[in-house]
């Protein structure tokens, strides 16, 4: 994610790329990281709206929808200190739906660009690797 934004970043403001330049702060910098944690929230977005398509009263969807998108700690975090923590559990999210739909590996995959973003969910990665390992070698059918 950090490559395919640095090559955004430079047609916004180059200086913001150096890596010796650790009090830059332009006001380009500030809205584009502003604009990024924006256009990546989208992806936890699109993950709830994914989760809740099928919600037949369209209270409990929403409610869980609006919960986690307009989640107020998660809003101050990603735009004060640009965590993009949206993005990490949109694809988080994404992940458990595609288990959901049983398309292992493809979750699996996302998982493993999860982990590769941040660490901190190596936590659960004994879970999936005991689904992973139930599912495609210890399945007798």
């Not at 403001?13 to 910098?29: E, F, I, R």
């Not at 936590?123 to 992973?132: E, I, K, Q, R």
């Amino acid at each position: 994610m950090e490559w395919a934004m640095s090559h955004v970043a430079k047609y916004v403001d180059p200086k913001m790329l150096v890596v010796g330049n650790m009090d830059y702060d332009s006001l380009a910098t500030v809205m584009f990281q502003r604009l990024s944690v924006c256009v990546t929230s989208l992806v936890l977005v699109a993950a709830m709206l994914h989760a809740t398509k099928d919600d037949k009263d369209g209270r409990t969807g929403l409610t869980a929808f609006v919960l986690v998108v307009a989640n107020a700690g998660l809003i101050i975090v990603d735009n004060i200190h640009f965590q993009y923590n949206s993005i990490l559990l949109g694809i988080l999210m994404w992940s458990v739906l595609l288990i959901e739909e049983q398309h292992y590996m493809l979750s699996g995959v996302l998982f493993a660009v999860l982990l590769n973003m941040k660490h901190l969910f190596a936590y659960l990665a004994p879970l999936y690797f005991a689904f992973l390992l139930k599912h495609y070698v210890l399945n007798n059918s």
